[in-house]
């Protein structure tokens, strides 16, 4: 029987589900990302993106796979713009305060976080970040 929810349509959301299931492939989910149009709240005057801040884990973009969500999110009057995930890994987030992660679907069962890292975002904006139980470099 063909799905007839939107979100289980989507390749990142299929990703993001096996991710968590313990059989996805990390650079199937980054693929899946870049090549899905995703919704970025953003403020007209001045312009500006809207980002939130996670206690202890920085600033972060949200974004969103549906405008339903991220109404529901953000407040039906919320101003955005649709961009492809590679955009704005690629585009926008270079022009961004550094160390910027992205929060694909905040608040939903397949949310993902694509942190400030190498190979998620590029050299110049990558924050270094130590791993768990590891050195930083």
């Known amino acids: 029987m063909p799905a ?3 979100q289980t349509e989507l390749a990142v959301v ?3 589900h096996a991710f968590y299931a313990g059989h996805g492939d990390p650079h199937r989910l980054l ?3 870049r090549e899905t149009p995703v919704h970025v709240c953003r ?3 001045p312009p500006a993106v809207i980002t939130v801040e996670v206690p202890g884990m920085g600033q972060w973009l949200q974004v969103f796979t549906t405008v339903e ?3 529901s999110v ?3 009057d919320s101003e955005y713009m649709t961009l492809l995930g590679s955009e704005v890994l690629d585009l926008l987030l270079p022009v961004l305060p550094e160390g910027l992660g992205v929060i694909l679907d905040p608040h939903t ?5 694509f ?4 190979p998620i975002v590029t050299t110049t904006h990558a924050k270094v970040l130590p791993f768990p139980g590891g050195e930083r470099t």
């Open 74 to 76: 953000t407040g039906a």
């Open 109 to 113: 069962a397949h949310m993902m976080t």
């Open 31 to 33: 693929a899946a990302f």
């Open 14 to 16: 299929r990703e993001v």
């Open 43 to 45: 403020q007209v005057s």
């Open 4 to 6: 007839t929810d939107h």
């Open 115 to 118: 942190p400030p890292v190498e």
């Open 69 to 71: 969500h991220l109404t």
